[in-house]
Nanobody, 124 residues
Framework: QVQLVESGGGLVQAGGSLRLSCATSGRTFSSYVMGWFRQAPGKEREFVAA????????YYADSVKGRFTISRDNAKKTVYLQMKRLKPEDTAVYYC?????????????????WGQGTQVTVSS
């Protein structure tokens, strides 16, 4: 069983920055594909970013490309999402997810474990 715990959400003004963290309990974290998804009220959960076991392999949704950066620290078993130039439309609950093996995926059903989510609110 893998447990994921997100932190770092909050309220920020448009143009501001936040860094989300996701700490994991898995013993083989370095082999997981890690992803970030988000869900706004009344909308479906959507892919934000993902990173392979190889930290140089990353993938982003077009809506966040150039503003968000995903990274991982395998020694700390933690994945991060640095968010800059935030917009009101980035407001959502952000979820961390782990995929046990395989390649980077953009569909939520490709991930095996999920965190409880952390709220990000961007005011205009």
């Amino acid at each position: 069983q893998v447990q994921l715990v997100e932190s770092g959400g909050g309220l920020v003004q448009a143009g501001g920055s936040l860094r989300l963290s996701c700490a994991t309990s898995g013993r083989t974290f370095s082999s997981y594909v890690m992803g970030w998804f988000r869900q706004a009220p009344g909308k479906e959960r959507e892919f934000v970013a993902a990173i392979s076991w190889n930290p140089s392999s990353t993938y982003y949704a077009d809506s966040v490309k150039g503003r968000f950066t995903i990274s991982r620290d395998n020694a700390k078993k933690t994945v991060y999402l640095q968010m800059k130039r935030l917009k009101p439309e980035d407001t959502a609950v952000y979820y961390c997810a782990a995929r046990l093996g395989g390649r980077i995926g953009v569909r939520s059903n490709m991930y095996d474990y999920w965190g409880q989510g952390t709220q990000v609110t961007v005011s205009s």
